[in-house]
Every structure is written in C-alpha cells, then in structure tokens.
C-alpha cells in the first residue's frame, strides 16, 4: 500500500510488523532507493517482498512505496538557508529484527548538496556542515505501514546539540563528518543485536559497530575489531547466518572491470575468511564486477543467502559460491534484510473420547512451533456445532500469547442419565489462515472429541481423579514424584482398569506411570512415580511432565482428570557477588577455643 506521511515514532508511523514467509520459499525483504530529481526533493524508497525462484527472474511483491522521507530527529539542527530545505534522506544498511520490523541507518547519499549547505562551511560554530551530517546515525524502523524515526544512534557518532555552543559536542564511537556512509549491515537472528559497518573506500574496513535497535534512542554498545580488513577495496551489504556465528559479504576491487570475493567474518573472534571467487555479471557483450549493496538471510535453508546489486545472486555457506544472476526490479541503490519465518500451528483434544458424565473435560490445544510474537498471535478455529450433548469454550479464533507457544479451550460433556441416547462427535479443525497471515496450519490440525453414552446411573459411577505431589522438581538425584490414581469407590471384584496417557518421553526425567493403571478390588487408589535425571547442564531451562486421565468404562473423570509435575533446573551459574563471607575467628577467639576444649578433655578424663 501507499505509504501515508510519515509520523515521528511515539505516533507508530511504521504500523504493524512486517508479514512472515512461507518457510519453504526463497524469499528476502528488499528496499530499493531512487535519488531525488531535484535540491528540495526527497528520495523515494519502496519496500518489497522478493521471493527467487530456482532460475529465472525474481518476483516482486509491493509492501509499499513513498516517496515521503521519514522525519528527522528531534535534535537535528536547522540549516542555513533554510529553503529549500534540505532533504532527510533514505536508509542504506539494515536488518530484520526478532521483533518483525527492519531496522536500517539512514543514508545521507541522495540528499543534494548535502555537504555544500550550509555555506558557512565544516568549521563555523554558526552552523558548520557537520552538524547535518548526524543523519548518518539515525535509525530508521521498517514496518507494514511505513517508517518510524528513532533518533540518533546514541554513542556512535560525533555531533554537537547546539550550533553555537562547542561545549555541546556529543563524542562517539566513530567520526565520519567527512567519510563514508554505513553500507554494511544485518541483525544478529540469535542475540538482535545489530552489526554495522562502513565497508567501503575511506571507510573502517576492520571495525564493526554494535547496536542495539531495542532501545529507544538505539544504542552502541560496542565495537567487534575484525582480525584483519576484510578483502578488496570494498563490499557491500553483509548477511548473518542462523546460528549468530558468521556475517557474510562480497568485496570487490578495481571497480566495474576488478574481481570480486566471497568473504565472512566471525561475530566472536574477529576472524576475517576470503572463501571463493565471485564471476562478474555478464550484461550485453561483457561482463561487469558490480557492487552488492544488499544481503539477506533466506527463510527456506540455513545455508543459503542472497545478494542483491544489479539483479539477485544465492550465495551456498559456509563455502561462499555464488549462483547465476536472477534479473530483478533494478533501483539506484538497495538494501535487503531476511524475513522471518511463519509459524506452524497444530490442535490436539486430549482426551478424544468422554462419557456423559460429570467431570468429562477434553482439552484442545493449540501449539505454535515458535513462541508467538510481541501482541501474540490470534489464530482462526471452527469450533464445535452446538449439541445439547456437550459444551464448549471454542470460539471462532484462539490468542496464544506473546512468547507462549500454546493456547487451550474445552470441550464438557453435558451429564445425563437418558439410556440409549447414543454417541456424539464434537469436531473442531484450525480455520485455513489468509495468505497473509503469519502462521500455516502443521499436522494435526483438526480433531474429534466423542461423547459416548454411559448408560448407566451417575451416582453410581466412581469418578477417577489424579494428584501428584509435589509439583515441581529440580533435576538433581533423588527428586520423585508421587502421582495418585484415586476412585471415589472401592473397585469391585477383578480391580478397576483406568485408562491414562502417560508423560511425553524426555531426557529430564523418567516415569513408571502407563496405561492402564490397575486399581486393585477394594481399594481405592494406586500411585506411580516421575523421576527427575540428574544433570549439571546449566540453563537448561524447565519441562513440564502431564499424567493425563482417559475416559473409560466403569468410571467417570472427575474434576482433576489431569496433574503435572514441573522439573526445573538447579544449575543456574554462581553469582560471585551474592557469595557470603565465612567468618573467621580473632586471635582472642582462638585462645577461648582452645581453653574451652581443654575444659571438655578435663570433664572427659574425670568422668573415667
């Protein structure tokens, strides 16, 4: 859609987060910038979803395209002569953040005149050129409804507050009042972080700047000095893979008629790589060593890239090839950032079957293979036809909350005494998402839940509950748990056969509790254990263990028809600040010990 004028930040400008991809498809968020026509003009900026197929030319989805520029920052200072005024510019480098919007550095290239205006020139405390150049550090914020501006990238760059105050220069990471734009950058999929570079001619070819986009204004939080500079004379935009080890890049040298390289750099060590040689583009009748000014992480393989300049290049990691050039929508300069992956959704009622009898609760759930997304993730049902037989707390859509990865609702059996009134299904599936929603339907996504007729009088018909206590472990030796199988009668003669779906197989514990569970004639309960393995693997975070009682015959589900036993991990690291100091005893304090035990040797010896 057109982008409408673009709102400072508190107003949200940039709508909602950008929408996910189809995890099986080549697919990258691509920015494409025009340069203004004209002083006074702003550049145009489009947004797109690319998606490449194997060969052939890559296929553009609008998001949408302005060709109003984000606003600047609020400490931005006015430029002499104030008309007309000089444009705000477009970005150059950025990323896909875990939130679901891009994050990108504003560009100061395309802003005409940029470095000429004012006249008073870099070095006038009335308003050098300088000041202007704080755009460079500007974050700018991507999203399905346009663009926010976060400010100035605190503790990157130089700039002064007041233009006739010296005193109100701000010092920074890096001073670039006569240098380069950033050209280089991704967000670290792992940590968020952002990793920003000036890879070019007359730029830091062996510093990367870390920022985190979270914060409001963003902020440096610091430097990776790269081992060596990376290779040739410059490159473009860099990529990150999946696991948050590796940022990956072209350079080139010697301009169109040069050669270019694969290279990556490791986000821990510093250490810079040169993997493989890159061809050039053939256009016409020769061939053309062309910049690649954007790089983005693909959704469908952990080993794949792409590379955007004068048409769209995969890269395979970690061995740096570079596939043939796939024609795509051309710009006069880009920027690329991943898009995320849709989530998967699946339903499982648990149990499936119930009798109409008090008690009998089945429980759907919905579960995400990702935790959902900041405001959660709303996802569509068909819930059950209405029946006398049952009821339901399944409406036409469900919220899996922000960072859970699972939502419930049930379904009750209505209880009732009527013999032969037979067997009723109660279905509920997961609704078909639009294309443009974030998540896909996985494997089950439908399931039934039979109310059978017990045909027989409720008040004789023991209800089955389930307790486990405790509830909770850690996972050191020695941590069981006792989960109770209790009738509300004594069973008859032969035992009861309760039918119960055990907990899930885990490494974090082991269990005796299976299916059935026998209840001896005249007794009223019988028990099995969940058992925590022992380990030291710190931050190996908690599970949850659900002993979960089935409908059967011979008894109802009472209102505990389920129990769960968490298991926590004990391991967590020492704080060496929350140590506590032993106490040591003076010389006075071990003289009166010793003469203390000396009293109790004494006693001892007369006592014999």
């Keep these: 859609m057109a982008a409408t004028a673009l709102l400072p930040a508190a107003m949200a400008a940039s709508g909602a987060p950008l929408p996910r991809c189809d995890a099986s498809q080549q697919s990258f968020y691509l920015t494409r910038y025009s340069a203004p026509a004209a002083t006074g003009i702003p550049p145009r900026a489009v947004l797109d979803l690319a ?30 002569p104030p008309n007309p005024p000089l444009p705000a510019g477009a970005s150059v480098a950025g990323g896909m953040g875990k939130d679901g919007y891009i994050y990108t550095m504003r560009a100061v290239e395309g802003d005409n005149n940029w470095d000429t205006s004012p006249a008073a020139g870099w070095s006038s405390a009335a308003g050098g050129g300088w000041r202007s150049h704080t755009r460079n550090y500007e974050m700018l914020r991507y999203g399905r409804g346009g663009v926010d501006n976060l400010g100035i990238v605190s503790g990157l760059g130089i700039y002064q507050t007041d233009p006739t105050d010296a005193s109100t220069v701000v010092s920074g990471a890096i001073d670039l009042r006569l240098g380069p734009n950033f050209n280089a950058a991704d967000i670290d999929p792992v940590t968020g972080i952002m990793y920003l570079a000036n890879f070019q001619t007359g730029g830091a070819l062996n510093r990367v700047f870390k920022i985190d986009v979270t914060q409001t204004p963003p902020l440096y939080v610091g430097t ?7 290779p040739g004379d410059q490159s473009g935009d860099f990529a990150i893979d999946a696991s948050g ?23 821990s060590s510093g250490a810079v790589e040169t993997l493989a040689s890159v061809p050039p583009i053939p256009i016409l009748f020769t061939a053309v060593n062309a910049p690649y000014g954007a790089a983005a992480r693909l959704p469908n393989a952990t080993d794949k890239l792409a590379f ?75 819930p059950p036809a209405s029946n006398p037989r049952y009821t339901n707390s399944c409406g036409s859509s469900i919220l899996v909350a922000a960072g859970q990865t699972t939502a419930s609702c049930t379904i009750t059996a209505t209880p009732n005494t009527t013999p032969g009134d037979g067997d009723v299904t109660a279905a509920i599936a997961l609704a078909t998402p639009a294309a443009t929603d974030d998540y896909l339907l996985g494997t089950p996504s439908a399931a039934e839940v039979m109310v059978r007729n017990d045909d027989a009088d409720i008040s004789t018909t023991p209800v089955v509950n389930v307790s486990c206590t405790p509830s909770s472990l850690v996972d050191s030796a020695g941590q069981v748990a006792t989960c109770t199988i209790s009738l509300s009668a004594p069973a008859p003669a032969g035992g009861s056969s309760i039918s119960l779906s055990p907990p899930a197989g885990s490494t974090r514990y082991t269990s005796s509790c299976s299916s059935p569970v026998v209840i001896a004639a005249g007794a009223t309960e019988s028990s099995c254990t969940i058992t925590a393995t022992p380990n030291t693997a710190v931050g190996d975070g908690s599970v949850a263990a659900l002993v979960q009682l089935l409908a059967g015959s011979g008894y109802a589900l009472g209102p505990n028809s389920q129990a769960s036993v968490q298991v926590n991990d004990d391991d967590l690291p020492i704080n060496a600040s929350d140590a506590k100091r032993v106490p040591t005893l003076s010389l006075w304090g071990l003289a009166l010990m010793g003469l203390l035990l000396a009293a109790i040797g004494a006693l001892r010896v007369r006592r014999r």
């Design 51 to 80: 998606t490449a197929p194997v060969t052939g030319t890559v296929a553009i989805s609008p998001i949408w395209s302005g060709a109003t520029a984000p606003t600047v920052s609020p400490r931005e200072i006015g430029l002499t």
């Design 224 to 230: 990776l000095n790269l081992a060596s500079n990376i």
């Design 245 to 267: 080890q590796w940022a990956y890049g072209i350079a080139s040298t010697g301009g169109p008629s040069g050669t270019s390289l694969s290279y990556r750099f490791n986000l």
């Design 308 to 382: 955007y300049g004068l048409g769209t290049r995969i890269m395979s990691i970690p061995a740096g090839t570079v596939g043939a050039n796939q024609s795509t929508a051309g710009a006069t300069s880009g920027d690329a950032s991943a898009c995320l992956p849709k989530l998967t959704a699946t339903l499982v009622c648990t149990p499936d079957a119930l009798v109409d009898a008090a008690g009998n609760v089945s429980t759907c759930t919905v579960t995400l293979d990702q935790a959902a997304p900041a405001g959660g993730m709303t996802v569509a049902l068909t």
